[in-house]
């Protein structure tokens, strides 16, 4: 049980720490015009995506869903916990669909959206650990 825990914090920072950069590094991807830097930072991009945010992304939920199971927890706060964490999953679905759109044509109007994400992401990630540090339910 410490050890899934221990599991699911280093998977959280992951997680956490890539979803809070990748609005960062989507918008910075729209601000030059140059060819050789846009296809170089569109790969950083990528990659910070694939390797870092879905498999930390997959291994929270994975060891969260284990705890979840192995500790036989049905109370009200992991549901509104588990509201909040889809919120999180959705705004990871929607750095990708950016990505997609900023390799197909670089377009600096993106970082408006870049914005909102991120705020949304840092109130979803405080709303996720006040549920989880408080259980207020
Ligand atoms: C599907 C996703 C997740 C599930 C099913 C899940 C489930 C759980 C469960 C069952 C516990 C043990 C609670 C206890 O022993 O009292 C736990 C602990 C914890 N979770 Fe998650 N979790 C998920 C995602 C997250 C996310 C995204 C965050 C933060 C943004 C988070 C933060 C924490 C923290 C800080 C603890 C430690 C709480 C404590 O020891 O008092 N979890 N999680």
């Known amino acids: 049980m410490p050890l899934l825990k221990l599991l699911h914090f280093m998977a959280l920072i992951g997680w956490c720490g890539a979803l809070l950069y990748l609005p960062a590094l989507i918008a910075a991807g ?3 015009s140059d060819a050789l830097f846009y296809r170089d930072h569109a790969h950083l991009t990528r990659m910070v995506f694939n390797l870092v945010a ?25 549901i509104v916990k588990l509201t909040t964490v889809t919120g999180m999953v959705v705004c990871h679905a929607l750095c990708g669909v950016l990505i997609l ?6 377009e600096p109007s993106v ?3 870049c914005l909102l994400l991120g705020s949304l992401v840092a109130v979803l990630i405080s709303a ?3 549920l989880v540090l408080a259980k207020p339910f």
Do not use: V
């Open 54 to 78: 879905t498999p930390a992304a997959l291994l929270a939920i994975g060891s969260g869903t284990a705890l979840f199971l192995s500790g036989a927890l049905f109370d009200a706060w992991l």
């Open 30 to 32: 729209t601000r030059s």
């Open 111 to 113: 970082g408006l959206e």
């Open 128 to 130: 996720t650990l006040w």
């Open 101 to 106: 759109r900023i390799e197909r044509l670089p």
